[in-house]
């Protein structure tokens, strides 16, 4: 059973707008939130993050948002840039630093020119 | 500047070879992961561990195995490698101390076997 699930496999975006990135998780104990970044032939890179006491957190032209009624979040990004093509992974952690963190399948970004 | 290294970036090995991953970290950290990933199958855990010569099964852990003789190398085993086994091998590691710490992810290990 997937805990942690991104519905859409991939998202087409053009050059300055902005792409939305969405999560769905099942575990109310999830406390903590990541998004990662992949390139092809290269490991994830961490992005940007949320703990569950927030609601929004932002970093430059990254902004995730977390609804926990809804146990949804999501990452937009503005302006979507070519070189943000990218799989984006969302991953979700219990407050235990010895479990895993638990990934989605990922979402393919494509921001076109 | 935070690094996790694994031995190769591409390799290349016959059906029913024994295969060797290996993975160093130099940030200190408790718990190490192994993970593949496939197209459409995400990052899917095969091992962690979270001391030395402690080990954990993950999601699917059938054909490997591994080896956590020293706090900083994670090893992944294939023993016998098999076709389905080609895939894109990545190492991670994390501190222990609450949910609040980030992975940090080596840059993979492109595995084929003919």
């Known amino acids: 059973d997937q805990q942690v699930k991104q519905n859409s496999p991939s998202l087409s975006v053009q050059e300055g707008r902005i792409s939305i990135l969405n999560c769905d998780y099942t575990n109310s104990m999830f406390d903590y939130f990541l998004w990662y970044k992949k390139y092809p032939a290269e490991g994830p890179t961490f992005l940007i993050s949320?703990?569950?006491?927030?609601d929004k957190n932002e970093d430059g032209r990254f902004t995730v948002f977390l609804n926990k009624s809804a146990k949804h979040l999501s990452l937009h990004i503005v302006p979507s840039q070519p070189g943000d093509s990218a799989v984006y992974f969302c991953a979700a952690s219990l407050y235990s630093g010895n479990t895993p963190l638990v990934f989605g399948k990922g979402t393919r970004l494509s921001v076109i020119a | 500047d935070v690094k996790v290294t694994q031995s190769s970036r591409y390799l290349v090995k016959r059906t029913g070879e024994k295969v060797f991953l290996e993975c160093v970290q130099d940030?200190?950290?408790?718990?190490m992961f192994w993970y593949r990933q496939d197209p459409g199958l995400g990052l899917r855990l095969i091992y962690f561990?979270?001391?030395?010569?402690?080990?954990e099964k993950g999601d699917i852990p059938e054909g490997y195995s591994v080896s956590r003789e020293k706090k900083e190398r994670f090893s992944l085993i294939l023993e016998s490698a098999s076709t389905n086994q080609t895939s894109m091998y990545l190492c991670?590691?994390?501190?222990?101390?609450?949910?609040?710490?980030?992975?940090?992810f080596g840059p993979g290990t492109r595995l084929t076997v003919l």
């Open positions: 940030m200190d950290h408790e718990n």
């Open positions: 561990s979270y001391d030395v010569k402690m080990k």
């Open positions: 949320i703990s569950s006491i927030k």
């Open positions: 991670a590691s994390r501190n222990r101390g609450g949910s609040y710490n980030e992975q940090f």
